[in-house]
């Protein structure tokens, strides 16, 4: 199959490409930027190595989102726990 060029694209393929795009570079961005976030404690295995995985198109972030965060129940930043605290007392706890 030919190479074809972005010239050569209906606009339905543009579009569609584009709307890929967008949403890879969105996950890839909110993915890093939890990580980013996050103590070594809270990442199952090495930050570093969650950071390449995250790279691999659609799959790093879907994959750092399931498998690379800590689980719940798991260390919790002491903002997040007193939060809780708080909604707890709110419902009626």
């Not at 393929?13 to 890929?20: N, R, S």
């Not at 995985?53 to 007193?82: E, M, Q």
Request: aromatic share 8%; no cysteine.
């Amino acid at each position: 199959m030919p190479k074809k060029n972005w010239s050569d694209l209906s606009p339905r393929g543009k579009t569609a490409i584009l709307t890929l795009a967008s949403v890879q570079i969105s996950l890839a961005a909110t993915a890093w930027a939890d990580l980013a976030s996050r103590s070594a404690e809270q990442v199952n295995g090495s930050k570093a190595k969650w950071a390449a995985i995250i790279a691999i198109n659609f799959l790093g972030p879907f994959a750092y989102f399931r498998w690379g965060r800590s689980p719940r129940g798991g260390p919790r930043s002491p903002d997040a726990t007193k939060a809780s605290g708080q909604t707890a007392r709110l419902r009626g706890s």
